[in-house]
């Protein structure tokens, strides 16, 4: 199976599947919260313990180049505890994540706090169409073309998706592993495409601007289940050029959490 990133000298070096849509010489926000995050789970990986909140700060873009991890543990209770990642190239830091993990407890939920069992109906409806591969098989790209990477890999089952009208819904899988050799878990498919959420719900400025995400909040009430995630994302915009992405975010059997990322204003890819 394809992978994203391959290790060598203890360092993971990016595959030309792991490029992002701004162009082939940095790699997509997902593969490095995907990566983050597998190195994260090889520290708590409990049957008794979940990842609730992943959080993601993107300080550069990260070069399609050798990748050195390094973590700490920043509390390790056995109710709760506080990992962080980071991946540095030459020195230099790039990004950094942090992992909130707790513990769980069979409770009785009363009836008013229980949650649908299922999605919302018109996202049912969606799933059940033939996938299409990467965001360029879109019909709805506005005639954008957008070059090979990880975006172009994805299988979509759209939703709604509208590339660069500021809000965007589809299904999504991850087709490949994130580290060459190891299945990915469910965490590992949630963190990398997470990401997507500023894709679905790029807002479009222009011919030559968009938005790009300086960081990614995942808050998580329970993992997924099966392949496909459902990304229901939208972009709230001011003038003065921040915004920011709101995202639900659903398997086959309902909500599973949720996705916030702090954006600025960028040119778009190409330009």
């Known amino acids: 199976m394809k992978s994203l990133f391959v290790v060598e000298n203890n360092h993971y070096l990016p595959t030309e599947h792991a490029a992002s849509p701004w162009g082939p010489v ?11 995050t597998a190195l994260m789970e090889e520290q708590f990986h409990s049957e008794s313990m979940q990842l609730v909140r992943l959080t993601v700060d993107l300080f550069r873009p990260v070069p399609m180049a050798a990748l050195e991890p390094r973590g700490r543990v920043i ?13 540095f190239h030459e020195g230099l830091e790039i990004c ?25 109906q018109h996202l049912v409806e969606a799933f059940k169409q033939s996938e299409v591969i990467g965001i360029n098989a ?11 990477g990880l975006h172009n890999l994805i299988p979509l089952k759209p939703v709604s998706l509208n590339i660069g009208e500021g809000r965007g819904c ?25 990401d997507f959420a500023n894709g679905f719900a790029q807002l479009h400025l222009s011919a030559e601007q968009g938005f790009i995400n300086a960081d990614l909040t995942l808050n998580l009430h329970r993992l997924p289940v099966g392949d496909w995630i459902a990304i229901d994302a939208r972009t709230l915009a001011q003038p003065h050029g921040i915004s920011m992405v709101e995202t639900v ?5 309902g909500m599973i959490g949720r996705v916030s990322q ?8 190409g330009n």
């Open 249 to 253: 975010l659903y398997d086959q059997q």
């Open 170 to 194: 589809s299904w999504v899988r991850l087709p490949l592993n994130v580290r060459e050799g190891i299945a990915n878990s469910p965490l590992v498919n949630i963190a990398t495409l997470a």
């Open 26 to 36: 940095t790699i997509h926000g997902g593969a490095s919260a995907g990566l983050m």
């Open 138 to 148: 879109l019909d709805s790209n506005g005639g954008v073309e957008f070059p090979p």
């Open 96 to 120: 950094r994540s942090h992992g909130l993990i707790i513990e769980k407890q069979d409770i009785v939920l009363p009836p008013a706090a229980q949650l649908p069992t299922a999605p919302p």
């Open 75 to 87: 509390r390790d209770g056995k109710r709760i505890k506080l990992l962080e990642m980071s991946l």
């Open 262 to 269: 702090s954006n600025l204003t960028m040119k778009t890819h």
